[in-house]
């Protein structure tokens, strides 16, 4: 009877696994399906020579370059602002908090979680219009509005991640560096943090993920069709989800459609390499940490 | 003979009137204990009888868990100079250095076996480069460990057998320059053979460190003790030494009554 029910379990967690696989698979290979033809320089960089747009020389028109360059800055301000306080939370929150506060902090975390999008877009447009009333009557929607509200999007994602995988660590090694004298910071720093980096990574590329992708949130806080390369953080800017969007809901042409597949395959791209650039500080972060 | 020595010398560390609250609930009460360098003290009673709070409460480390009361005093002695480590003798990270611990089970830090001794060394006693190899090969081969683990010191700690992290635990003591080593059943989770080395190892140890040690064997407490206080109920009952360890059928009929 045990072998049976053991199969059953078995064989179901073989086919979620492969159905996984397969979904992954079945997306990535429509999108190279349909996009593979358009992946060329003219669809990053238009007419212009790709070495005078990169170098910032001349304009792209009618290629991706901007919104390229406009995803990556996007993604890496809201980073820069979402993973070092996302961290530092998670760290509080595991190690410094007492329990009441924790769990009233942790309260607040999930609530932030669970803000749709669209609701952190329409708070960072109604912000700058408060601005512009009071303070600012110069301010506008902007590259910095739109980082920091997609920031305020993956936060509590990092947050709990972080918190998550520092309390996992078997309390016998968590206490184990007081036995040895150390101070709770060099505790912290010397094995908690190390252990628990494995999960924090998570958390950073689940932030980068979701910082990447989001189109609800830049909606309302910047992003336009055409805008160039933003010259400063507070210009409008162009993002790929928003021009994958743009394309597919008001393509004129099959031609403009498929450019909109290649579009997405460049997206995945970045993602991708984004990833893998965090995999790898990560594990010669750990390297440092366990060897030496 | 050596009572009178033993009473013209001061003890290490003595424990008075020691009494250890747990949400209110008494686990240690009135115990008072010393401990003389060159001497293995050993703690034996029933589990449950708060014979780890009583080491843990010489290092402070039952103060990490919540809601511990504690009062009485620890006395230290170090370089001539003694205090209450309760009342702020000496900070507390300098403390859980001076008074090393091993647990039941062996608790390397998920490490290379190199960085289970190099991180302490480099932490606290600022020790770099070439002499940073020297004292930790001098460590190793200290507890026997050197020759089993030179060629393979950047290989995980956890991948060692149970033994060997124990000894890598000690080694991570001594690398501290402490003057009291606790040991919490320190043979408990190894075979025969590992733990009669652990033993020897102690027996070495004791010349030059003040050791008290929780055994759960009487066996092994009459081969390693210099003297034994039995704990029950968190009060120690009764207190041997050289004389009651001598004789194993009289130790056992002590013991049983104690018990």
Known sequence: MKRVSDRIVTGAAWLSGGGLMLAAAVVIGFLILRGYKNLDLALLFGD??????????????????????????????????????????GIYLAEYASRRLRSLLGFFVDLLAGTPSIVMGLFGFTAILFLRKTLLPEAQTCLFLAAACIALLVLPYVIRITETSIEAIPEPLRLLGYSVGFTRWRNLRSVLLPLASRGMLSGAILAVGRASEDTAVILLTGVVAHAGIPGSM??????????????????????????????????????????????????????????? | MEETVRKIMEPILSVENLSVHFSDKPVLQDVSLSLWPGEITVI??????????????????????????????????????????YRGFMALSELR????????????????IQKNLTLPLQVYLGVNGSTLTERMEEILRDVGLWEEV?????????????????????A????????????????????????????????????????????????????????????????IVQELDHEHLRDPDAFQTIIDVAF
């Open chain 2, 97 to 112: 250095q001076r008074v090393g611990m091993v647990f039941q089970t062996p608790a390397v830090f998920p490490f290379s």
């Open chain 2, 172 to 235: 991570r003591m001594l690398a501290l320059k402490p003057a009291v080593l606790l040991l919490d059943e320190p043979t408990a989770s190894l075979d025969f053979k590992s733990a009669a080395r652990i033993e020897k190892l102690l027996l070495n140890l004791k010349r030059r460190y003040g050791i008290l040690a929780v055994s759960h064997s009487l066996a092994q407490t009459r081969r390693i003790a210099d003297r034994v206080c039995v704990l029950r109920e968190g009060r």
């Open chain 1, 48 to 89: 212009t020579p790709w070495q005078a747009a990169i170098m910032g020389e001349r304009p792209v028109f009618g290629g991706i370059w901007p919104a390229f360059m406009g995803t990556f800055y996007l993604v890496f301000l809201s980073s820069a602002m979402a993973i070092p306080i996302g961290i530092a939370s």
């Open chain 1, 234 to 292: 507070f210009d409008k800017f162009e993002a790929l989800p928003f021009r994958i969007y743009y394309l597919a809901a008001e393509y004129r042409n099959l031609g403009e459609l498929d450019q909109g597949f290649a579009t997405s395959l460049v997206l995945l791209c970045i993602s991708g390499t984004l990833f893998l650039i965090a995999v790898c500080l990560q594990k010669s972060a750990e390297m440092r940490w366990k060897r030496r």
């Open chain 2, 44 to 85: 034996v009673g029933p589990s449950g009888s708060g014979k780890s709070t009583l080491l843990r409460a010489v290092n402070r480390l039952n103060e990490l868990y919540p809601h511990c009361r504690t009062s009485g005093s620890v006395r230290l002695r170090i370089h001539g100079e003694s205090g209450d480590v």
């Open chain 2, 150 to 170: 030179k060629d393979r010191l950047r290989d995980d700690a956890t991948t060692l057998s149970g033994g060997q992290q124990q000894r890598l635990c000690i």
